[in-house]
DNA sequence: CTGAAAGCGCTTACAG
DNA sequence: CTGAAAGCGCTTACAG
């Protein structure tokens, strides 16, 4: 054991020794250039194997290589690590990258107004170790992300739009800006007209557009809007349960007949909110939620919500992203994507 | 714009030469050795910050610097994304990585056996991007792990042991090897002695633990095993949820009072087949589980269960891998959890 | 406390 | 189809 540590690894010259050729030969197969005769590469790659030969990346990246990698930074710790949905969006980017080749470095910071978190993103993005970023939880319009787009790094950034700068190098997903009126439209065509409406953080693109299109179709469809019954939920289950409680103590006991929830894990929130209280769902009150989390198939009862497909998501965004490394043509710099209502049972019909 | 993107970008001499000194200085500010005059650093690092200078990793890795990355290599697929816990795993390393100043790459394979993904990780261990690799999900003793581990390479492991070969380059971090038996002693203490077990995949050191632990109890509390009810069932909620079907109805009518269930999504799975064959947890089955999975206070009822604390566990892991890739002494190769018993409300006095 | 120089491991025009 | 040579950006003994 000892003695194989101690064993000099091999580099390329000694492979290109070993093989009787160059060391340009040696790169040339093994970054599958076409002009090798396939003896030579298949010679050259017997050596490879025999003698375990792995190309150091340190070596590629000086002499201007891609480093393959993508950054993915999360914003916002304690939502990814309560959010089941996290780990879906994290295999679809990893095996989307895959695909294409690319491994994925993960920085998780718990907002980018701290000075140092950003300082730390720079370093990463700009230190030559990744070859494009995304982001997931960011502010729209965020300093720090345009400050990146600004010095040409290439960044994918999902629920991130800014209608009046597009850039080459900021590519986005998006949910379909319009999902907050369908929730409510679908409410109103069961019959419902009191209806509460939990908002998530307005600084993130689809909150604040989930929440004006819901109150605007709310306007057209001139349903009384309550101001107790309007209430910031956050956008995990436990914020989505304090203000769903708030809110139903605060209405004095005229309940809404009906809860939109700006995401799931907020609707999950007012399921436990309305238990404690004593209000069975849906038959005291509907639930409607949106994102279309696979939990709630398993919930008792069944959420009614706005499915979104985020595997299909990602792997578009992580496709442009690389495309957009890889210099390939890519038309969409912004994208969105419609939602579906999943009819389950927390809505009753009135 | 396109005058910023043209600039050329500054390297070490740059601002060696615009401070007036020498790399070496530069570089010595950069990594904060002792010997140098407050003075000189403050006017390196004011060229530093004003030139928005960012040293590049190629070089630092090329001149034998320590990547300060560690490889996360997560197996089998399915299971991550529809466990929650993943997630929480996940913050937990990567946390506890950036806590000692390094990055986590992440790594999704179905399974090791598969020559192509073997070679993948090959690939990432060898060609100097990381200074070390954590696993999840390997079974236990897995070949590919213990060529790295031979090579020298220094590896983490999660849920993993082999007792008769020690390493000082493989790191465990583990679940106590009891706690199949502590299941099934509270089972008992509470009244129960038919009592059904699914146990999950064997290859995996803790499941295999785990049941043989538990049917130790079992004998030794002169409990009666019946074949039927002691079914493999995987570890995910849906394979949880077929084995329990079909022990079920394979027992003829005559239930066990409580099923053991070797994780947490199992036990939820076995939830949905009680409810599915009409059979109410307590009341009519007991089910306990082991992990202590966040989500079991949600469940109704909340679930009984071994629970660990995966924080620190993983915490506890990625210091000693760092610690190991820093050559710091690490006493501690091998680590064992215990786990508590959080006795909510899935098992009945009988 | 500081600098000149060597060295790390690859790829890629370039010339043939 | 192939090789010699330049170059990528840093750190680190070494000498002073």
Not at 234 to 247: L, N, P, Q, R, W
Request: charged share 25%.
């Amino acid at each position: 054991m000892k003695g194989m540590e101690s064993v000099k690894k091999l580099g390329s010259k000694d492979i290109a020794k070993l093989a009787g050729v160059s060391r340009s030969t040696v790169s040339r197969v093994i970054n599958n250039y076409p002009n090798v005769p396939d003896s030579t590469r298949q010679s050259v790659m017997k050596v490879i194997r025999e003698n375990h030969y792995f190309p150091q990346v340190s070596g590629q990246l000086l002499s201007g290589m891609p480093s393959r990698t993508i950054g993915l930074f999360w914003l916002s710790k304690s939502a990814i690590a309560k959010d089941s949905l996290s780990s879906q969006y994290f295999v679809s980017i990893v095996d989307a990258a895959a695909a294409r080749g690319y491994l994925v470095l993960s920085c998780i910071e718990e907002s980018l107004s701290d000075a140092k978190s950003a300082d730390n993103i720079r370093k990463i993005f700009m230190s030559g170790r990744i070859d494009a970023g995304i982001f997931i939880g960011a502010e729209n319009g965020e300093p720090l992300v345009e400050e990146l787009v600004a010095l040409g790094r290439i960044v994918g950034l999902f629920d991130y739009f800014l209608a009046a700068s597009p850039s080459a190098n900021r590519l986005t997903v998006n949910f379909e800006r319009n999902s907050g009126a369908r929730a409510i439209d679908f409410l109103c065509d069961m019959g419902h007209r009191d209806i509460a409406v939990i908002y998530g953080d307005l600084k993130r693109f689809s909150s604040a557009n989930r929440h004006e299109s819901c109150l605007q179709a709310m306007r057209k469809r001139g349903l009384e809007i309550r101001r107790e019954l309007i209430t910031d939920g956050g956008i995990t289950v436990k914020s989505g349960y304090e203000a769903a409680i708030k809110m139903l103590k605060a209405c004095g006991g005229r309940y809404p007949t009906a809860v939109y929830a700006n995401n799931d894990a907020v609707a999950f929130g007012v399921y436990r909110a309305a238990e404690e209280l004593g209000l069975r769902v849906p038959e005291d009150i509907s639930v409607i939620g949106s994102d279309g989390h696979s939990h709630g198939e398993d919930t008792k009862p069944p959420l009614t919500t706005i499915g979104f497909d985020f595997d299909k998501m990602f792997v578009s965004l992580v496709n442009r992203v690389v495309d957009t490394v890889e210099k390939r043509e890519t038309y969409i710099v912004d994208e969105f994507f419609w939602g579906n209502l999943i009819n389950r049972e927390s809505v009753k019909r009135l």
